[in-house]
């Protein structure tokens, strides 16, 4: 069956220190993998996919990066951390596929908290 | 992707059902209808999905009404462990696309 791993479950950092959260999926090959934000009390948003290695896709201008150098291994990172960057952060893969049972599965989670 | 719209709130009695409703009035005839939900500080769960017919799992039952501009999702005997964050998404499903979620309706469930 497949898995989705990520860590760490919790990070406080300070202000304009890096950052590098990571997440792997086990189980599956040649994933759909995707990064989610939420801030306290809001809706999720999407701030990165990628389709393959190498293959990376933001959809909101910002001070992440995402990258991915393995298969089933997707990383978010920043150089400098802001006070906005705050949030629990998830990461999500699905399968390829044609057949209308597309679905995601998400990660547990990590809370940052950048003070 | 179509927008929907869901009530922020709603209470349910333990026990009873709980009918959340959405509202996609410009859904597109290839677009399915997604529910997930989020347990508070989890990643989401998917739920259900489906195009036009009524769908019915072990989780939940989905009811799309034939003009297809609103659905409901029933949970027939809720517990306290549904109480969460539910997300209706409409979206296509032939090829890639990406899934965005709206802020959802939160359900508390009572004793």
């Known amino acids: 069956s497949q898995t989705i791993h990520q860590w760490p479950a919790t990070l406080v950092q300070p202000v304009g220190s890096p950052l590098s959260l990571e997440c792997t999926v086990e189980?599956?090959?040649?994933?759909?993998l995707y990064w989610y934000r939420q801030a306290a009390g809001r809706g999720l948003q999407l701030l990165f996919y990628s389709v393959g290695i190498g293959q990376i896709s933001s959809e909101v201008p910002q001070n992440l990066s995402a990258s991915r150098p393995q298969d089933r291994q997707f990383i978010l990172s920043s150089k400098k951390l802001l006070l906005s960057d705050s949030g629990f952060y998830l990461c999500?893969?699905?399968?390829?596929?044609?057949?209308?049972?597309?679905?995601?599965?998400f990660g547990s989670g990590t809370q940052l908290s950048v003070l | 992707d179509a927008k929907t719209t869901q009530p922020t709130s709603m209470d349910c009695a333990e026990g009873r059902a709980a009918n959340l409703p959405c509202n996609h009035s410009t859904i597109s005839g290839n677009e399915y209808v997604y529910w997930y939900r989020q347990i508070h500080s989890q990643g989401p769960q998917y739920i259900i999905h489906?195009?036009?017919n009524n769908e019915t799992n072990e989780m939940a039952s989905l009811i799309i009404t034939e003009d297809r501009k609103s659905s409901t999702l029933i949970l027939p005997h809720a517990t306290l462990r549904d109480t969460a964050v539910y997300y209706c998404?409409?979206?296509?499903?032939?090829?890639?696309?990406?899934?965005?979620f709206g802020t959802g309706t939160r359900l508390l469930v009572s004793p």
């Open positions: 489906g195009l036009k």
């Open positions: 999500a893969w699905s399968a390829k596929q044609t057949a209308t049972n597309e679905k995601l599965f």
């Open positions: 998404i409409v979206r296509v499903t032939t090829g890639f696309q990406k899934l965005v």
């Open positions: 189980g599956t090959s040649n994933p759909n």
